[in-house]
């Protein structure tokens, strides 16, 4: 059972180059989410997706999109990079939302640097 | 808002020693607490959670126990190996949500912790 996949593992962007993060869950889980993770900052949520067709901003949406393009995968969008971009992308997700107590299972990140 | 505070590291111990590492919250109504372990070069891990107050959870060796009244859920081992050495971290969700606010989980700051033989 993969879980949560997330590609790529590494990335290199230049300032205001675009790429997309993907992430597929093989749970036939409903909700999804991506966080970043910055040194002494610990995880802030970016976007969520509560069920399919839905999303909606975390805490640090500014500068990022995002797509549920179906039950299984979740794509963080950065359409002009910047270097305060640079950070450890993580996608989790969960059965249920998490305000039930459903717990999140995450995938081993995509660390992006932005130069 | 929800917040979460925890003491960060690095925390070093020696093996079999005796593991505590703090959070403490602040968060409106009755949040659910949770502990998850990163280990290096992965994604976090539920570690263990407990969902109401004096609720104990366990997972490992590992327990925390919701107090309401302090509103902390401290972490605890009792005796610690190399395998532990990882960053944890201790997050809160909302019991309930009505009328919006983000779903999700909140994360303290996390703390590494460095178990030596």
């Known amino acids: 059972n993969a879980g949560v996949t997330q590609t790529p593992k590494f990335q290199v962007l230049k300032t205001g180059q675009s790429m997309t993060l993907q992430c597929a869950q093989d749970?036939?889980?409903?909700?999804m989410y991506w966080y970043r993770q910055d040194p002494g900052m610990g995880l802030r949520l970016i976007y969520y997706?509560?069920?399919?067709?839905?999303?909606d901003k975390g805490e640090v949406p500014n500068g990022y999109n995002v797509s549920r393009l179906n039950k299984r995968e979740f794509s963080l969008r950065l359409e002009s990079a910047a270097p305060s971009q640079t950070s450890v992308y993580f996608c989790?997700?969960?059965?249920?939302?998490?305000?039930?107590?459903?717990?999140?299972?995450f995938g081993n990140g995509t660390r992006l640097t932005v130069t | 808002g929800n917040s979460v505070t925890q003491m960060e590291g690095p925390v070093t111990l020696s093996e079999e020693a005796f593991l505590t590492i703090n959070c403490t919250y602040t968060?409106?109504?009755?949040?659910?607490l949770f502990w998850y372990v990163q280990y290096p070069g992965e994604g976090l891990q539920l570690l263990l959670k407990?969902?109401?107050?004096?609720d104990k959870g366990s997972n490992k060796g590992f327990e925390a126990t919701y107090r309401k009244e302090t509103t902390s859920f401290h972490l605890e081992k009792g005796s610690v190996q190399v395998s532990d050495s990882a960053v944890y971290f201790c997050?809160?969700?909302?019991?309930?949500?009505?009328?919006?606010?983000?779903?999700?989980?909140?994360f303290g700051k996390g703390t590494h912790l460095i178990i030596q033989p």
């Open positions: 989790a997700s969960s059965e249920s939302p998490v305000w039930s107590n459903s717990p999140l299972h």
């Open positions: 749970m036939n889980h409903n909700s």
């Open positions: 997706s509560a069920s399919e067709g839905t999303t």
């Open positions: 968060a409106t109504g009755y949040p659910s």
């Open positions: 407990a969902t109401k107050a004096d």
């Open positions: 997050a809160l969700s909302a019991a309930h949500r009505s009328g919006g606010g983000a779903d999700g989980l909140t």
